[in-house]
Each structure stands twice: as C-alpha cells, then as structure tokens.
C-alpha cells in the first residue's frame, strides 16, 4: 500500500533559525497536504499541493512539491514559539483517503 | 470556514462498556467521513471510511464489529466503540472534506481512556 515517509521526527530549533521537514513516498500522488497539530490539538490544513514541481508560500512557510509528485518538502524560516507543534504530510493518491507521514515535531528554544 | 464538531472531547469508561462518538459538519454536507485514531507522539492512523447511506470501509486491521460507524444523515456520523478495553485507549478523531479539491477538515479530537 501506499507510504509516506516522513523525516525529521524532532526539530529543535532556535528561535530565529530555519529548518527543513521531508516527505517521501513509495508512489506518485495526486497531491500532498500538509497539517499543523498543536500539542493537545487536532490537525489544520495548512496547504495543497497539486502540480509537479509547484512551490507555495504562506508568509515563512514555503512548500514545495517534487517534480515526479512522490515527494515534498516543508520550509520555515526565522522559527517562532509559535511555530511549535508537529507537522504532517499527507499524500492522496486514486481517492479520497489521506496518508499521513509520520510527523515531524517542532520545539523552540528562544 | 468549515467546521467539523466532534464530541465528546474526552470520555473515560469501564472496561466492557460501549462509547459513542459523533462527528458533525456544521456548515457544509459530507457524504463521506473518515475516522483516526492517534495513539501519542504517533501519526493518524485511517480507521475506516464512513458513507452516507451505505456501510462504513474499514481499513485492514480494524474490526468493523468492534469499531460500529453509522453515517445516517450527511451532517453525522457516528463512532461506536463496544466492549471497550484498556488498549483501545486512544485520540480518535473525525474528518471531512468541505469542498473537493480542499484540505480537509479535523474535528477536535475525542480521547477515550478505559480503565
């Protein structure tokens, strides 16, 4: 079945540094999604991505879909406290069922 | 925006009882429905598939007769989980797609403990 996998599973950041979380999948999909979760929370859909090799930002978040559509990439620059939390790809391929990677959880140190 | 309203928030049973958990998009229809469930520091794990009208898709591993989904109206949709025991201690939350093409969207969660 279909994977998606997902690395770092911890970030600790400096506040103030950028950092990068990875999603990989086993097979090409229709678009990938990317979820926050703040601790105690549910999951917010933050993005979609659909074309191959498409970039989109939203203010210090910039994603990025692969241009064989099996893998993408989440950036944040200058790292708030508010950036805390852990965020989720999750790739749809043939229907309409989500697949989540694994996470990557976000701590800060200001 | 759309809002998808789960309840309860959290829930603690004895072993052996039944709880029901229900999902309700509030300002939109959602013929269809999934359930997770999130076991700490993990990922949402699909449970199964609600449908409006017809029966819930489970996914392998998950027994339908234990995990009971109705979907009986395309606002609501229900979660039942029987004869609970201590490892079905779990975050178990909803979720629907407001419009194709879209994000989808979470409810609150539910955090059953069975004790």
Known sequence: GQQVM???QYQHVQEGEDFTTYCNSSTTLSNIQWYKQRPGGHPVFLIQLVKSGEVKKQ???????????KNSSLHITA?????VGTYFC?????DYKLSFGAGTTVTVRA | GAVVSQHPSWVICKSGTSVKIECRSLDFQ?????????FPKQSLMLMATSNEGSKATYEQGVEKDKFLINHASL?????TVTSAHPEDSSFYICSARPEL???????????????
């Open chain 2, 30 to 38: 959602a013929t269809t429905m999934f359930w997770y469930r999130q």
């Open chain 2, 75 to 79: 606002t609501l949709s229900t979660l």
């Open chain 1, 59 to 69: 203010k210090r978040l910039t994603f990025q879909f692969g241009e064989a559509k």
């Open chain 2, 101 to 115: 093409g879209h994000g989808y969207t979470f409810g609150s969660g539910t955090r059953l403990t069975v004790v």
């Open chain 1, 90 to 94: 999750a790739g749809l391929k043939n």
């Open chain 1, 6 to 8: 997902q690395i770092p």
């Open chain 1, 79 to 83: 790292t708030q406290t508010t950036d």
